[in-house]
């Protein structure tokens, strides 16, 4: 196995990350002007998040499955262009059924990519696994973020068909990929060494890992929605709700460069249950005392949730060895799926009490993500590395 990580595959493979999540961040920027367009509901407006949810999370493991069994390396190029053009034809739909649409198909690009992007960085990284899968993260955090960042001010500008220029950099970032797919193929293991690991599969505490990011995610996608929103209540603009979403999603992004080399050093379970601790506060102040206590506090609940985005992912490679395509797919599609259930059901609160309260029950969910944590199995059982042969 590789003692170090190749820069030059983890640079593509992040790219790649990068663009496919640029579209995905696209999206909570859109809301608030999509909802203005449409005189769309707190319901109908979570149901655009819930439609890209739905269809990035329910064939993502169908996709990782597929990525064990046969190899699929064509996903990464796919996924990247996909997400990128179904977000831009999104943005400039006349009819609300047609957004919806859009962002389905902007939902597979997600679907697509991630199995086999996360895959591929499992290989390249060898048994810095939690450092390299950490800079394949931070390429899609730092696409979400920048997603957000740069919608505001193109639609500001040139309205919501100026949201067609999103495809633009998934597009070029998708011929890339295709450039690189020889080098990439280079790190394949064997068929004989791939359909070998250390350690069986423990489905038990893939459970308890799924359940885990489940309640993160209820409070994570009650913020990408409604950040903005609630800005908007508090009589801001639209440009600065979506300036602190910006600021929660970069600011995760950096959190992922520290959370895989310390994970590498002290451990992946404590990493997690240490940011988990942390969300609720940080969500109550915000809420409570807003202001710059109140941006600071979003930013760090980014770094909480993103900067160990990649931490659950390397956990569920390790609870099923034996299937890294699938523990991938399910980690992250399993989160962005209820994340969008749960966006509507935030929603649908919003709408009958109020948008505090909504945001009051996404604080409250990541303590049961706490509990959950300390019933995962301890550093010791739960380190497991497949023995693949590289290059």
Known sequence: MRERIDRRAMAALSAGHLATDFAGGALPALIPFLT????????????LVLAGAISGSIVQPLFGLWSDRRGA??????????GGVGMALAAASPAYWL??????????????YHPEGSKFAAYVSGRRRASGMSLFSIGGNLGYGLGALATTPLVVALGLTGGLLLAVPCVAVAAMLLWFVPYLLGFVPARESRSYASGDDDRRSLVLLLAVIAFRSLAWFGLLTFVPLWEV??????????????????????????AGPVADRI?????????NLA??????????????????????????????????????????????????????????????????ILGAIADSVDLR???????????AAVVLTLLLPGERTARLEPEVAMP
């Open 279 to 344: 969300i609720s506060p940080l969500l109550l102040v915000f809420m409570l005392i807003g202001g710059i206590p109140g941006a600071v506090s979003l930013a760090f609940v980014g770094v909480a949730v993103i900067g160990t985005f990649g931490t659950t992912m390397v956990m569920a490679q390790q609870y099923l060895p034996r299937r890294i395509g699938m523990a991938s797919g399910l980690s992250i599609g399993f989160s962005i799926g209820l994340g969008g259930v749960a966006a509507v």
């Open 357 to 367: 309260t909504a945001l009051y029950v996404s604080a409250a969910a990541p303590a």
């Open 233 to 258: 209540s508090l009589g801001h603009s639209k440009s600065y709700g979506n300036h602190l979403l910006s600021l929660m999603l970069l600011a995760g992004g950096v959190g992922t460069l520290a």
């Open 73 to 82: 390396i064509w996903l990464l190029p796919a996924g990247a262009a996909l």
């Open 99 to 112: 957004a919806v649409l859009f962002v389905i198909l902007a939902g597979l690009g997600t679907a697509a």
């Open 267 to 275: 451990g992946t379970r404590t990493v997690l249950l240490v940011a």
């Open 36 to 47: 203005a367009k449409y005189d769309l509901s707190y319901t109908l407006a979570a149901v």
